[in-house]
């Protein structure tokens, strides 16, 4: 009996050195399969895939608000939303919650000497759609066909259905007088300060690949200023944040 027990003891321990080498082994494949450009790619988008995904099985708001609404190409906006608004002096209309801290950073902004002016705020559906339209026959009056021109146009503009204008939390700025100040250096202040105010940069050149669209310095996107700190400390982007 002694004698068995302890051969049954020698074969166990031969099969775990095998088996500690076969999972060091395979640990060190895969390592180098996921460092290669191609997997870091593929996985950013599985990710944003399973983001949607959790969205549509567990519901976007039930672990955010409507602060931290996700609206992007793979999220559209949910059925039956509804926003109230409150119209600027300059005809812009936005969500009536981000209004005072949207006064105030542009009033901190001017403080500073920076001119910064809203050109495209809330929109409309069919406001987006003829947004759509237009830089769809922008590119195909440049030669582009239907398709390529619709596939460049969707870089540049959110379908209808999918644009963070439509929810009124969205809010294109330039400069309010190009030849005193450049646009570069709202934008730069923007970038900077705007998290105070609860505002974040939403489409970084670094992070296309994961917003879905191109480069975008003049576009600010209302987070709350919990979240707004977050994102711009840590350098991330909505998505990545709202994938914690
Ligand atoms: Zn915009």
């Known amino acids: 009996m002694v004698q068995g027990r302890s051969n049954r003891k020698?074969?166990?321990?031969?099969?775990?050195?095998?088996?500690?080498?076969?999972?060091?082994?395979?640990?060190?494949?895969?390592?180098?399969?996921?460092?290669?450009?191609?997997?870091?790619?593929?996985?950013?988008?599985?990710?944003?895939?399973?983001?949607?995904?959790?969205?549509?099985?567990?519901?976007?708001?039930?672990?955010?608000?409507?602060?931290l609404l996700l609206v992007n190409r793979w999220n559209p906006i949910p059925?039956?939303?509804?926003?109230?608004?409150?119209?600027?002096?300059?005809?812009?209309?936005?969500?009536?919650?981000?209004?005072p801290d949207l006064q105030k950073m542009f009033d901190d902004a001017r403080a500073e000497g920076i001119l910064p002016m809203i050109y495209s705020s809330y929109r409309t559906t069919q406001k987006q759609q003829q947004l759509m339209e237009d830089e769809i026959n922008k590119y195909r009056q440049e030669g582009y066909s239907s398709r390529e021109a619709k596939k460049i146009a969707e870089t540049w503009v959110a379908r209808p259905g999918t644009s963070e204008h439509q929810i009124g939390l969205a809010l294109d700025i330039t400069s309010a007088d190009k030849e005193k100040q450049k646009p570069a250096v709202v934008w730069e202040w923007l970038h900077k300060n705007s998290y105070r105010y609860g505002f974040i940069l939403r489409y970084p050149e670094d992070k296309t690949d994961i917003t879905g669209i191109s480069s975008e310095p003049w576009h600010f996107r209302y987070v709350g200023e919990k979240a707004a700190a977050e994102l711009y400390q840590r350098d991330i982007c909505l998505e990545e944040y709202l994938d914690r």
């Not at 082994?25 to 949607?52: I, Q, R």
């Not at 608004?85 to 969500?95: A, F, N, R, W």
């Open 10 to 67: 020698k074969k166990h321990s031969g099969r775990t050195v095998l088996g500690i080498f076969l999972v060091l082994a395979m640990g060190t494949a895969v390592l180098k399969v996921v460092h290669s450009p191609f997997f870091e790619d593929m996985t950013d988008k599985l990710l944003v895939s399973w983001n949607s995904l959790k969205g549509v099985v567990f519901g976007q708001t039930a672990e955010t608000d409507w602060q």
């Open 79 to 99: 059925d039956g939303f509804d926003v109230k608004l409150v119209t600027l002096s300059g005809g812009h209309q936005v969500d009536e919650r981000i209004y």
